[in-house]
């Protein structure tokens, strides 16, 4: 159990017998632990000064009371049960209401779903932004289950309502690189790459000069689209306390699959031979959700290229793109095109050539 307050230099008392605190109870000076069912009451001291109390009773349950959806949902209606699932989809959130309608299912995966019905979060606390509570996330509440019917579909549903959540862990954030050791990212919530193995890039596209950027970043903020870059393999990321909106990052997700409607719109990562980078998705393909990808409008889709390469790494630089109809052009080091008498360094494009940053990262 850990209390804390916004004031650092406050003294904090507690009592754990549901009687009220005061500057005589005992002192929290370090996290404690509970083994049965017990009411923790808290009060903070400023300068000698007694701020409000506060009240919380914490439950101690048996792995036996614990019910999976499944077997949640063989229960009678305005049966008090605890149920124990993961969460695969929720309401949009919505700051006028304090509460947020969600469905859980057993591991993620299964068909049998419970609808937690105005759900609140932890012990009764309201919901206040988008990231409380999110899919993938597994929780247990207490709740009574009930079934519900539609009156205009005829539908019944199962939900649990009223419910309390007594536990939310939150989903891991995992990216999956390819041999290719390049994938797209998306966030839940705000990730910290700086104490893993992975490199993360935002991605910008310059419509005028037709080419894209690669940057590096060490954090992003939730739901956000990003390139990373590792060994082959899956990784878990560490959430990070917070982080700032990115303001130069063209790589966008979809909440729910999206059938693509036009040609060279929508370019997503993969691998073609020996060349990774950005290639376009055909028309009435399906892209699917969270699926990180880059768009070009398609009033300027004359001039999008059939792909555009990433090379190993690159920082800061634009990506010169080698396709069949650049064969044998000549790029000055910025990555511009540039005439046959040019006076700077330059190098003549060849198949599969990329420019690179002399500060690549192995």
Same mark, same amino acid.
Request: hydrophobic share 35%; aromatic share 8%.
């Given at each position: 159990m850990t209390i804390t307050v916004d004031n650092a230099s406050a003294k904090v008392y507690y009592t754990l017998d549901g009687t009220t605190p005061n500057d005589k109870s !005992?002192? %929290?000076? /370090?996290?404690?632990?509970?083994?049965?069912?017990? !009411?923790?009451?808290?009060?903070? %001291? $400023?300068?000698?000064?007694?701020g409000k109390t506060?009240?919380?009773?914490?439950?101690?349950?048996?792995?036996?009371?614990?019910?999976?959806?499944?077997?949640?949902l063989k229960k009678a209606d305005n049966t008090e049960v605890y149920v124990k699932g993961t969460v695969v989809s929720t309401q949009k959130y919505n700051k006028k209401y304090t509460n947020l309608n969600y469905w859980i299912t057993d591991g993620g995966a299964s068909t049998d779903t419970l609808e937690?019905?105005? #759900?609140?979060?932890?012990? #009764?606390?309201?919901i206040t932004n988008d990231e409380q509570i999110m899919s993938g996330d597994e929780v247990i509440l207490k709740a009574t289950i009930t079934t519900y019917k539609n009156s205009k579909t005829n539908v019944t549903?199962?939900?649990?309502?009223?419910?309390?959540?007594?536990?939310?862990?939150?989903?891991?954030e995992t990216a999956t690189i390819t041999d290719a050791g390049w994938a797209t990212f998306v966030s839940k919530r705000a990730v910290d790459?700086?104490? *893993?193995?992975?490199?993360a890039y935002t991605v910008k596209y310059d419509s005028l000069a037709n080419t894209i950027t690669l940057t590096p970043i060490e954090k992003i903020p939730g739901k !956000?689209?990003?390139v990373v870059k590792g060994d082959a393999g899956s990784y878990n990321f560490d959430h990070a306390e917070s982080a700032d909106a990115l303001t130069d990052n063209n790589l966008e997700f979809k909440y729910s699959d999206y059938t693509v409607k036009a040609e060279k719109t929508f370019y997503i990562l993969a691998q073609n031979g020996d060349v990774c980078g950005f290639y376009p998705v055909k028309v009435n393909t399906t892209l699917p959700a969270y699926k990180g990808y880059f768009y070009i409008k398609s009033t300027t889709t004359t001039k999008a290229k059939d792909f555009y390469a990433i090379g190993k790494t690159?920082? =800061?630089?634009?990506? /010169? $793109?080698?396709? =069949?109809?650049?064969?044998?052009?000549? %790029? =000055?080091?910025? #990555?511009?095109? $540039? *005439?046959?008498? %040019?006076? #700077?360094? *330059?190098?003549? *494009?060849?198949p599969n050539m990329f420019w690179e940053d002399d500060n690549e990262n192995q």
């Open positions: !005992t002192l %929290y000076t /370090a996290p404690f632990s509970l083994d049965k069912t017990t !009411t923790v009451t808290a009060i903070a %001291y $400023v300068n000698g000064k007694a506060v009240s919380m009773k914490f439950e101690k349950i048996d792995e036996s009371q614990i019910l999976t959806v499944a077997e949640a937690v019905y105005r #759900g609140t979060y932890l012990n #009764g606390a309201d549903t199962r939900e649990l309502t009223p419910s309390t959540l007594l536990s939310l862990t939150q989903a891991k790459f700086s104490g *893993s193995n992975v490199n !956000t689209a990003v690159t920082t =800061n630089i634009n990506n /010169a $793109v080698i396709n =069949n109809a650049q064969r044998g052009i000549r %790029y =000055n080091l910025n #990555g511009q095109r $540039v *005439s046959d008498s %040019y006076k #700077g360094g *330059s190098a003549l *494009s060849k």
